[in-house]
């Protein structure tokens, strides 16, 4: 089956009605949880990225500061937790929510995940997150970057504490 591409979709929704439109929206919506989770955030919390970025980390916080004991399945619990905070940066399309939450993410690995250069795993999911927010830097607004550098090298600084064998030098912008 092949599916119709977003022009023709869109030349669709525009000939049909309010209320089946409205109908096909539940119907989504009643398909799966991202697509619910979407809506819910295309009618209720679009208005404000930044508030929809702190109820997220909310939402992560408890999880986060109770990880588990055992490495791989911290690792594993970690990138659930990574994807799930990747949807709603997706949801959002925003820059400064993507660095908002991944920087709150990379601090909360350093802080609580317990990050160590002999954990392959776990570091280099750490390190990840470091490279992702310095590529959507440039994405950023001139003002906005020098707004969000200070927390950025105050990550770097603590992880260079707190991490033996992480080079703050190599991550710098």
Not at 60 to 71: C, D, E, F, K, V
Not at 89 to 98: G, K
Not at 159 to 173: C, E, H, R, T
Request: hydrophobic residues 35%; positive net charge.
């Amino acid at each position: 089956m092949k599916t119709n591409g977003i022009a023709e979709i869109k030349k669709s929704i525009k000939n049909i009605s309010q209320a089946e439109l409205a109908e096909i929206c539940v119907k989504l919506a009643r398909f799966k949880k991202d697509n619910k989770e979407y809506l819910h955030f295309l009618l209720f919390e679009s208005s404000d990225p930044l508030a929809y970025a702190e109820d997220v980390k909310e939402s992560l916080h408890n999880s986060l500061t109770n990880l588990n004991r055992h490495p791989s399945l911290k690792v594993k619990e970690l990138r659930k937790h990574l994807r799930h905070l990747s949807r709603h940066i997706r949801y959002t399309s925003s820059a400064e929510v993507e660095i908002t939450l991944l920087i709150w993410f990379a601090d909360m690995l350093v802080a609580h995940a317990g990050v160590r250069h002999s954990n392959k795993a776990l570091y280099t999911l750490f390190v990840r997150q470091i490279e992702k927010i310095r590529k959507t830097f440039p994405k950023l607004h001139e003002d906005l970057q020098f707004d969000y550098k200070q927390p950025y090298d105050d990550l770097l600084d603590r992880s260079a504490d707190d991490i033996s064998g992480f080079n703050k030098d190599q991550y710098k912008l």
